[in-house]
């Protein structure tokens, strides 16, 4: 059945035809994304993921409820105590790896589902989909512990709501709501939800809506980070609530804010427009006609009825370069979910070419390109655990020192010794700077008789210095690395 649309004027000239039956293709599209995802299991293990998989092992929700992703690790725990109530022993980073598959495949099934109501015939959402879904920077943390594919869920289906004739203002507050507690930069996506209220009401109506989507967004989140701060965070004053609700950007020496940006404007366009090709993939010849096939829509004549989707594509890509171009604009992560307008516009682009026969296989073959390079360039290497030193460091240390040992860490040692190697860190960072500090705390893990040991590879003058008048006794040496034990 057909989806009602508005009466406004504006309505007829943007609005697709739309249904709500966009049948199996989704599910299918799905489906085939976990087979692939499941069969290149990843052994990146990211910092973020490692530490997650901790707090998840713990039940310890005051560090699972993280200021800038609320409720990601909130939804890992659960999926974990979920795998566990059906008897599956799973460890909590495999069931995060898990949970990315499935939502980095849900998430390009919706696509799937959003393109087939949108009115694109089956091919173009088909392979737009799939195409989404083994671009590199998606397939790269839908099989890694990672919390950007939660809030790329949220977000499809909060176009697929922005999307239709008469987009309901509650239900683009639920989704876009849950994308900012999945990851609080998504706020950048108010633009393209105005629009969509714009685009199809009369002006009394959309002030009205826009107020209501407004409101229940901002009550949604405000009443999340409330219930979090009450019933786990419990900060002891202002501070406390201040360098939880910064997260990430509580970087700074005494957990002060710290920018990351960039040393000059040119740098920061040049590494946001190398990112925004790599999230393609690292071959440039696939990545290209990607954004070549969206570049066409800026010609008004080939839209159609598929003007609405190449605009709010445009609102969208266009709206997260306010924050991402002055925020770490190299990093691919932030971009990833760029490619959800991205491929929305090259289903647009591409919509008019792909009902012939010969079109159709042509896309098909590159598609399947896409998915064989991004596997082989960016994938398999994740995918083979001696590609990951710190990885292997943590099992031989396992290995090679006693259950009650301490072990100096910084970097990613400081979760992958507690997670894989089962040892208790000692956290270096802290003692920068404070010698003294640092020659006391070794001295009072010592007493007890706990071993602590070194690394050569993270040991510097600085501890050396610290450290004067103790011997560091090797024991022993694996892949160029030294283990030093404090005398």
Request: proline share 6%; aromatic share 12%.
């Amino acid at each position: 059945m057909a989806y009602g649309t508005s009466q406004d004027p504006r309505s007829a000239r943007w609005s697709p035809s739309w249904t709500e039956r966009p049948g199996w293709l989704p599910f299918l599209t799905g489906c085939s994304l976990v087979a692939v995802y499941v069969s290149l299991p990843s052994y990146l293990f990211n910092f973020d993921g490692v530490a997650c998989a901790i707090a998840v092992e713990l039940g310890d929700l005051k560090h699972l409820v993280h200021g800038n992703h609320l409720v990601y690790g909130l939804t890992g725990l659960a999926f974990h105590r979920l795998l566990a109530a059906a008897g599956l022993g799973w460890s909590a980073i495999a069931a995060l790896q898990f949970m990315g598959c499935a939502l980095g495949a849900w998430g390009a099934g919706s696509m799937c589902a959003l393109l087939l109501r949108a009115g694109f015939g089956k091919s173009s959402a088909v392979l737009a989909a799939l195409g989404l879904g083994v671009s590199y920077i998606w397939w790269l943390r839908s099989v890694d512990a990672q919390v950007y594919v939660l809030a790329a869920l949220f977000l499809v289906w909060c176009l697929d709501e922005a999307l239709r004739p008469s987009p309901r203002p509650y239900r683009l507050a639920l989704w876009h709501g849950l994308a900012m507690l999945s990851h609080a930069s998504h706020a950048l996506l108010t633009p393209l939800v105005l629009y969509s209220l714009w685009r199809s009401r009369p002006a009394a109506a959309c002030k009205r809506d826009a107020g209501v989507y407004l409101c229940a967004a901002a009550l949604l989140v405000a009443a999340s980070y409330a219930a979090a701060a009450v019933l786990w965070v419990r900060p002891s004053g202002l501070d406390e609530l201040r360098v939880w609700l910064l997260g990430s950007a509580a970087l700074g020496p005494g957990r002060t804010p710290m920018w990351i940006g960039f040393s000059s404007p040119a740098q920061a366009v040049g590494d946001w427009l190398k990112a925004s090709v790599g999230i393609v993939s690292p071959a440039l010849w696939l990545a290209l006609p990607v954004w070549l096939a969206a570049a066409s829509t800026l010609d008004p004549r080939r839209l159609g009825e598929f003007r609405t989707a190449a605009v709010s594509g445009w609102i969208w890509l266009a709206s997260y370069p306010a924050l991402f171009l002055f925020w770490e604009p190299y990093k691919l992560d932030y971009h990833m979910t760029d490619l959800i307008p991205l491929w929305l516009l090259a289903a647009v682009g591409t919509a008019r070419r792909l009902r012939g026969r010969r079109a159709q296989l042509g896309a098909a073959a590159f598609v399947l390109a896409l998915a064989a390079v991004n596997g082989v360039r960016g994938i398999r290497p994740v995918s083979d655990p001696a590609m990951n030193r710190s990885f292997q460091k943590a099992l031989w240390l396992e290995k090679v020192t006693p259950e009650n040992a301490w072990i100096a860490s910084e970097g990613l040692d400081k979760v992958y010794i507690p997670y894989f190697a089962h040892r208790r860190p000692l956290i270096l960072g802290p003692y920068q700077g404070r010698g003294a500090e640092l020659r006391e705390r070794v001295a009072g893990l010592r007493a007890p008789g706990d071993p602590v040991f070194f690394t050569s590879d993270i040991l510097r003058d600085e501890h050396r210095l610290a450290l004067a008048g103790s011997v560091f006794e090797p024991r022993g040496s694996e892949s160029g690395i030294d283990l030093l034990l404090v005398r």
